[in-house]
């Protein structure tokens, strides 16, 4: 399985690590998805993870922020280490509960609260669990809701709303915490094809502000034209990874090349 070398890590200030996940891995029963990822990101990368269906991306992701328990494995989180127990559990709900709000996360299929406006979406979390004052976070989350083009639609109910606007809400409401960095789960899949591209540019401006990101992915050129680095997963192992001219113009292993066959 390939890692991020020593030699690659050292020549980066462990302080500006964002996120560190190592030997983590995932059991649905007898079933193994995850069989020991490692992957670090520090501040400012834009970590694309591509593979098949079935590969463990969006079990990885999720196994991240404990949407899923790990079975095993280490997540280190701005330098703080989530407490698991010997099965993977954590050991800390209010500390999962913490961590969660530096992770910011953007779903397959948006996950917005249908009975209330874009506004109320993206003012819920920092109102009711970060505690921040209701006017200061309307004022943000109006700030927001016009970075990514809604600042007309803050009244207006998701049902209202094209998927592509709707997950352009989501990731305002993701952004709402300041997260320390973002998840993206296929951000594109559920939606039509017209409507990828304006999701697809709210993230390139994201990654042009020195956003860190995870971002799972089947848009192969978005990933190589915005991640600065690429993993290719296969059956639950890091298959290849490297910078995306290196990953994507001269891959070495034949699942990845056999990949990007299908794909392209």
């Known amino acids: 399985m390939a890692e991020l070398g020593a030699e690659e890590i050292d020549t980066q200030n462990a302080d500006e690590e964002a996120i560190r996940v190592t030997d983590l891995r995932k059991s649905f029963g007898t079933l193994e998805v995850l069989k020991g990822v490692s992957l670090t990101a520090h501040k400012g990368d834009v970590v694309a993870i591509i593979g098949g269906s079935g590969s463990g991306k969006s079990t990885f992701l999720r196994c991240v922020n404990f949407l899923e328990t790990p079975s095993a494995g280490q997540i280190i989180v701005g330098g703080e280490e989530i407490k698991m127990r010997p099965d993977g559990s954590p050991a800390d709900r209010r500390q999962i509960e913490r961590i969660r709000t530096q992770l910011g996360m953007v779903f397959q299929a948006f996950n917005l609260w249908t009975h209330?406006?874009?506004?109320?979406?993206?003012?819920?979390?920092?109102?009711?669990?970060?505690?921040?004052?209701?006017?200061?976070?309307?004022?943000?989350?109006?700030?927001?809701?016009?970075?990514?083009?809604?600042?007309?639609?803050?009244?207006?109910?998701?049902?209202?709303?094209?998927?592509?606007?709707?997950q352009r809400a989501a990731i305002a409401r993701a952004l709402a915490v300041d997260p320390r960095v973002m998840l993206f789960d296929e951000p594109t899949s559920a939606l039509d094809p017209e409507l990828v591209g304006e999701v697809l540019t709210v993230i390139r401006d994201l990654a042009a502000e020195g956003r860190t990101m995870l971002l799972v992915t089947h848009e192969m050129k978005f990933a190589r034209e915005v991640a600065n680095h690429v993993v290719y997963l296969f059956e639950g192992r890091i298959e290849e990874q490297g910078p995306p001219a290196e990953v994507f113009g001269n891959p070495k292993s034949a699942r990845l090349k056999q990949f990007l066959k299908t794909v392209g």
């Open 116 to 166: 209330r406006t874009l506004l109320e979406n993206v003012i819920e979390v920092p109102v009711h669990v970060l505690k921040v004052p209701r006017a200061q976070a309307i004022k943000r989350a109006e700030e927001l809701l016009d970075r990514v083009g809604l600042g007309d639609k803050a009244d207006v109910f998701p049902s209202f709303l094209s998927g592509g606007q709707q």
